[in-house]
């Protein structure tokens, strides 16, 4: 869905086409009002990080991978813009790593669930799971708590992007393993997940793929997330290139 009047030469063409995605998401039902927000705060970070993926978020790409394929029980976490922003990537890695694609959403919605739902099933998922009022996690008292029995509640490691730091510390306090994509090293999300990658979820999701289909991931363990962080602080904090204009 390439925005109808941007040359693909425009400096920023990815930038506004992913932009273009959230919007089409808003308009779906799939991504809500405030997801616009969320992703612009996503926005700032990258533009900080200079868009691209850091060996700090190829190495975790790496332990993610390995993490997800050494599951038993894996589970991607899928909300409004991840859905609105990967889908098909979401579907790829559920079928690179055999985890299955469960629905959450921080602004509880049913009609939006459904639609997250089948955006997901349209793109190739085999099955999408929905929270049930069944199961709850603990450590977490809003809507977020509900999960489906087969998913999310039996999971030992779940792959949350985008996620919220209430809910990810959530996760971890339940046993979760918890890899999030995240590209504010700074976030609650970031800082309390064991794996966090801190890149754009549109660049690093074909990437993870790709380490997940290995016959082998490696695994670069001991993995240590908050070194990683301080790396991705450093590359907020560089210098400042010299201004190209005179
Ligand atoms: P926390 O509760 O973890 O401190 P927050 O309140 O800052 O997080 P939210 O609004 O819950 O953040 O979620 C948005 C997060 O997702 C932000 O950290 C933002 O940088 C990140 N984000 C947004 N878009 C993307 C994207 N395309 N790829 C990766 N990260 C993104």
């Known amino acids: 869905m390439p925005p109808s009047d941007l040359p693909t030469s425009h400096p920023r063409y990815l930038s506004l086409l992913t932009r273009e995605r959230i919007v089409a998401g808003v308009e779906?039902?799939?991504t809500?009002?405030?997801g616009?927000?969320?992703?612009?705060?996503?926005?700032a970070f990258d533009y900080l990080l200079g868009e691209r993926t850091h060996p700090f978020a190829a190495r975790a790409i790496s332990a993610a991978a390995a993490a997800l394929r050494a599951a038993?029980?894996?589970?991607?976490?899928?909300?409004?813009?991840?859905?609105a922003l990967a889908a098909?990537?979401?579907?790829?890695?559920?079928?690179?790593?055999?985890?299955?694609?469960?629905?959450n959403l921080f602004h509880t919605s049913p009609a939006r669930e459904l639609a997250i739902r089948d955006m997901l099933l349209e793109c190739g998922a085999p099955s999408v799971l929905l929270p049930s009022k069944t199961h709850a996690i603990a450590h977490i008292d809003h809507n977020r708590k509900w999960v489906h029995p087969e998913g999310i509640f039996l999971a030992d490691v779940v792959c949350v992007p985008l996620e919220d730091g209430d809910r990810c510390q959530a996760l971890v306090d339940n046993g979760k393993v918890v890899i999030t994509i995240d590209l504010n090293p700074l976030s609650r999300t970031a800082r309390s997940a064991h794996i966090t990658i801190v890149d754009n979820l549109t660049r690093c999701l074909p990437l993870l793929v790709a380490a997940a289909r290995q016959p082998d991931p490696t695994d670069p363990s001991p993995w240590n997330n908050l070194a990683a962080l301080a790396e991705a602080e450093q590359a907020i904090r560089r210098p400042l290139p010299p201004n190209p204009i005179p």
């Not at 616009?36 to 926005?43: M, Q, V």
């Not at 038993?72 to 859905?83: F, T």
């Not at 098909?88 to 629905?103: F, M, N, Q, R, S």
């Open 32 to 34: 809500s009002l405030h």
């Open 72 to 83: 038993r029980h894996p589970v991607i976490s899928v909300n409004g813009n991840a859905c």
């Open 28 to 30: 779906r039902g799939v």
């Open 36 to 43: 616009l927000i969320a992703h612009g705060r996503g926005e």
């Open 88 to 103: 098909p990537d979401l579907v790829a890695l559920a079928h690179a790593t055999g985890a299955k694609l469960e629905v």
